[in-house]
């Protein structure tokens, strides 16, 4: 089954090349050279970014709930 799926993926891999008119190679660094990388930076800062959102939120939630069961 893995031997299929890597058949698939670099007649895959080739095909792109040939529509682009590079070469497999070259096709196979940009992937996972170039797009791999920046996909996985890109995804740590959107996750920092998402866990500030989340901290500061969690902060204004606690301050206003525990006002809130203090005027009760």
């Not at 930076?41 to 500030?52: A, D, E, F, H, S």
């Not at 902060?59 to 009760?72: A, E, P, R, S």
Request: hydrophobic fraction near 50%; charged fraction near 20%; glycine fraction near 2%.
């Amino acid at each position: 089954m893995i031997d299929k799926i890597f058949d698939l993926c670099v007649k895959l891999l080739v095909k792109i090349a040939e529509v682009t008119g590079t070469t497999y190679k070259t096709v196979n660094v940009i992937i996972f050279c170039v797009l791999g990388p920046a996909a996985f930076i890109i995804l740590l800062i959107m996750y920092y970014n998402v866990k500030k959102d989340v901290t500061r939120y969690k902060t204004l939630y606690d301050k206003f709930v525990q006002q809130d069961m203090k005027n009760f």
